[in-house]
């Protein structure tokens, strides 16, 4: 059996997602109806994943942040059009940084890219990353701040090339596919990035990625399956307070596909 917990506050679509994937056979979902309470679950090792719902974020990611400060937390929301009728294509990516305080500085974004990298790793997916910034190419000299953002993209294009080919889950130079990877530097254009079927979208900052999540989710209704929480061996799906039934459905099947993925390979 698999032991979801679920946070509910002020929107019930969370509730009646619940209650729809209880119809899954292994599946157990119960409710945390506060912030401490979904804490406690989170640090309940009956429990295999949990699921923010409509709960307010800033007490639980804090929480997160100092339980485990030896960690870099961060977040990558994970969009999936697969069993989408409205998309005739299957897509799935994970955009980052989406945390408005998230990805400030080159290292923070760099250290999204490689646990983005290496969670699509551990699904069994190679990873393919698009980095974006403030213009395009040929936009230096425009202003201070753009050339600013437009070298950090450079820059951090090199740098997560390089940390990827240290690590041993990667090597393009091997004959085994599975570890080889793409970076590339699309500066503005998330339209090409998209297109050409990237599976990290790496915005140039927190702001920018929620504003994207926003854009594409909830004004566009592109599937979130939700964020998933990258740096912890615990399974926790960050989401929006303003989801629907169906998105939030989508977010502890997830959980679910993940917890059981963890069971089996343990």
């Known amino acids: 059996m698999i032991n979801i917990v679920a946070g509910y506050f002020e929107n019930r679509n969370i509730l009646e997602a619940s209650k729809e994937a209880s119809s899954i056979e292994d599946l157990n979902v119960s409710i945390a109806n506060s912030e401490q309470e979904l804490i406690n679950a989170f640090k309940d090792p009956g429990v295999d994943a949990v699921v923010r719902g409509s709960l307010k974020s800033h007490e639980i990611m804090k929480f997160l942040k100092e339980y485990k400060k030896d960690n870099a937390i961060n977040r990558a929301t994970f969009i999936n059009t697969f069993d989408d009728e409205d998309f005739l294509e299957d897509y799935e990516f994970l955009l980052a940084p989406v945390g408005i305080d998230e990805g400030k500085t080159i290292d923070e974004r760099l250290e999204i890219a490689i646990q983005a990298a290496l969670f699509l790793k551990s699904i069994n997916k190679q990873p393919k990353i698009a980095i974006l910034a403030a213009g395009r190419k040929d936009d230096f000299g425009r202003t201070l701040g753009i050339d600013k953002n437009l070298k950090e993209s450079e820059d951090l294009c090199e740098k997560i090339t390089q940390k990827l080919n240290d690590l041993d889950a990667f090597d393009n130079d091997s004959d085994d596919e599975s570890k080889h ?20 979208i790496l915005a ?6 929620n504003i994207i999540f926003r854009t594409l989710v909830l004004l ?3 599937p979130s399956n939700g964020a998933v929480t990258l740096g912890i061996d615990e399974i926790f799906v960050d989401t929006s307070r303003d989801q629907s039934v169906e998105g939030y459905l989508r977010s502890i099947k997830l959980a679910y596909d993940l917890a059981k993925a963890k069971k089996e390979s343990l």
């Not at 793409?182 to 990035?193: P, S, T």
């Not at 140039?204 to 990625?209: A, L």
């Open 181 to 200: 990877f793409e970076v590339k530097n699309y500066y503005i254009l998330i339209e090409k990035a998209i297109k050409e079927g990237n599976n990290i």
């Open 204 to 209: 140039p900052d927190g702001v920018t990625g």
């Open 220 to 222: 566009n209704s592109w």
